[in-house]
């Protein structure tokens, strides 16, 4: 009805609202659908990565999984033991961080 109203406003030409109303339309849709959602991953991501901890289990995104057991702020890297018998650890950018394993027994991952 109000396209109908806004075709109509007395002109033979159509309004330049009424023109451009689909495609505003599909921004906004794809603004809900698309972009808002992975912003707000994309934050959750960063905020998981910001509070890992010396002593957290963590996967990377090379599937590794390993106990953190140095923080280098400075470097933006991560040392974690990935074999506790040979005490073997591997070095990681912050970013490489999936998830947190929270608790070991039953596999429960907490990732964004």
């Keep these: 009805m109000f396209y109908y109203v806004l075709m109509t406003a007395g ?7 009424v023109q451009f109303f689909p ?3 599909m921004f906004a849709i794809l603004y809900f659908l698309i972009i808002r959602p992975q912003k707000k991953k ?3 991501h960063q905020n ?5 901890k010396v002593h957290d289990t ?13 923080i280098k702020k400075e470097k933006n890297i991560l040392v974690v033991r990935v074999d506790e018998t040979t005490n ?5 950018q912050r970013n490489a961080i ?9 596999g429960q991952i907490t990732s964004s």
């Design 23 to 25: 495609f505003i339309l």
């Design 11 to 17: 002109t033979d030409k159509p309004n330049m609202l």
């Design 42 to 44: 994309q934050k959750d």
């Design 58 to 70: 963590v996967i990377t995104n090379g599937g590794i999984i390993g106990k953190v057991v140095n």
């Design 48 to 52: 998981m990565i910001d509070n890992v």
């Design 88 to 92: 073997t650890k591997i070095e990681f």
């Design 98 to 106: 999936v998830g947190i394993i929270k608790d070991e027994k039953k």
